[in-house]
């Protein structure tokens, strides 16, 4: 057999694998994307194996249980039930036929990309690495991290001396290699995850076609486009587009504040233009491992090319200022009572970092709280998701959910996180002041309120 019908055949068997439904699937990364993932998969009927390094993760999911507030631990009894199982130990990678990395992204503390999950994951990888063998890369990253980081690591550390499959030839020693950007929106119910289409970008012709393949069995739509690169970059554009708007509109709140304009009402009002708008929100700051993130990538990325991302440098700017806004109308809102921030009690509604959903990551919640107690505010918590804010990578805070009642007994109620299940004219009806981030109190005319 040549090399070159070898790596036909190791393309043809992978590719009627998917289609039957016998590609073994292993997931690295078991978190708010990689979790989710295993789970569609798994039930499409596909033998799944999820890796985490994290021992806790590994044994919820062996129990049957779920860490994630909107995955049901019924999910994960029925994936266990269709062969899903998680491990720590990467010597199970052999034996999968597609390897999806789904690690952290976050920036460092100089603000620049920390790729270390990448490259610990990839090194982890490359001893269990076999011919044959689809690795796609999910997590967000700037263009070139799976061309320039992932493969070369993969072709000089695996002991069998593979290369990834690039162009038309091969040596028949080959694995394909693919970047496929997640594009989950947390707590959004009005798209099915299947239904947003994939993009795919794989090193070769072939590493594509698997790919498309391997992810058009559980999603409506896939998109190839022409490079790992490609794909990457499409993933920040999105996102750049995103928090370059929100500080768009961020920025006009400032104004429309100072000029006696409700934003919100302009907003509103421009989105029933038929084309050319789409309405962005303003709000008390970014936040999530994505937005806030993600533009960092490519700004790092581009000074390599002596190139400036002056829009992303400007919306981060403005975007990063927003806490400090909150903090300023809060200390205004107080001083109209006769108050200051300093010996104030403070009750912060909402942490996550946005609506109904159970994420903290580089919630702006957490930098206002440390604002407010900074100015020597008492500041309590209140969020239906969280019992207890301890110990993240930026902050240390250890404090106790707030009960939701007597809410008189605070200076002032600021509402940063406009989670659905509050009861917003019961919080403005015993509350002494409420400063409104989110324009969640819409509804009600109070002058406790004051919009921010
Ligand atoms: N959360 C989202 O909504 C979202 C949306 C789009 C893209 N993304 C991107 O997807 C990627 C993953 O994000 P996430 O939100 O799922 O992160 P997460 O922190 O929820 O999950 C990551 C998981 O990877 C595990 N992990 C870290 N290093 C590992 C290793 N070496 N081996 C095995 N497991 C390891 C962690 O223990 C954790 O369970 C990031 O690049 C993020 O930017 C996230």
Not at 133 to 139: N, W
Not at 204 to 224: D, W
Not at 241 to 270: F, P, Q, S, T
Not at 281 to 300: A, E, M, N, Q
Request: with cysteine.
């Amino acid at each position: 057999m040549t090399p070159s019908s070898t790596v036909e055949s190791s393309f043809d068997l992978l590719k009627t694998k998917i289609q039957q439904r016998e590609a073994r699937v292993g997931i690295i990364g078991l978190g708010y994307v990689g979790l989710p993932l295993a789970l569609l998969y798994s039930e499409q009927k596909f033998p799944v194996t999820g890796f985490d390094i994290d021992a806790r993760k590994v044994e919820a999911l062996s129990q049957g249980n779920s860490y994630i507030y909107r995955i049901a631990a019924e999910e994960i009894q029925a994936a266990k039930a269709n062969g899903f199982s998680a491990t720590a130990d990467y010597s199970q990678l052999s034996a999968m036929d597609a390897i999806i990395i789904c690690v952290p992204t976050p920036l460092d503390e100089y603000h620049e990309p920390d790729l270390s999950f990448i490259t610990n994951t990839t090194h982890a990888i490359a001893p269990h690495l076999r011919p044959g063998q689809l690795v796609v890369l999910e997590s967000t990253t700037y263009p070139g991290t799976t061309e320039e980081v992932l493969v070369p690591i993969l072709e000089k550390e695996n002991p069998l001396g593979l290369t990834a499959a690039r162009g038309d030839s091969s040596t028949g020693k080959d694995f394909f290699v693919a970047f496929s950007p997640e594009r989950e929106d947390p707590g959004n119910t009005t798209v099915a995850r299947r239904d947003i289409p994939k993009v795919v970008g794989g090193l070769n012709g072939q590493a594509s076609e698997l790919a498309c393949a391997f992810y058009g069995s559980i999603f409506s739509r896939t998109v190839p486009v022409s490079s790992p690169a490609a794909a990457e970059m499409t993933k920040l554009l999105e996102n750049i587009y995103r928090c370059v708007n929100i500080a768009l509109v961020n920025e006009l709140k400032l104004l429309c504040l100072r000029m006696g304009l409700n934003i919100w009402e302009v907003i509103e009002a421009a989105s029933t233009k038929p084309f050319g708008f789409h309405p962005f929100y303003p709000g008390p700051g970014l936040g999530g491992h994505c937005i806030p993130v993600d533009p960092f990538y490519l700004s790092w990325k581009a000074k390599e090319w002596d190139f400036r991302t002056r829009f992303i440098e400007l919306a981060g700017e403005i975007n990063t200022n927003m806490p400090y806004h909150v903090l300023a109308s809060i200390g205004g809102a107080l001083n109209r009572h006769r108050k200051s921030i300093n010996g104030s009690r403070i009750l912060v509604l909402g942490v996550a970092y946005k609506k109904d959903i159970d994420d903290l990551r580089e919630s702006p919640s957490l930098t206002i709280i440390e604002l407010l107690q900074n100015e020597g505010a008492k500041v309590s918590y209140h969020d239906p998701y969280f019992p207890f804010i301890g110990k993240g990578r930026k902050y240390d805070l250890q404090m106790k959910c707030a009960q939701l009642n007597d809410l008189g007994q605070y200076d002032c109620v600021v509402i940063v996180t406009d989670h659905s299940d509050y009861d917003y004219p019961g919080i403005v009806r015993e509350s002494q002041l409420v400063v409104d981030t989110r324009n969640a109190t819409r509804a009600i005319s109070s002058p406790k309120i004051v919009h921010c």
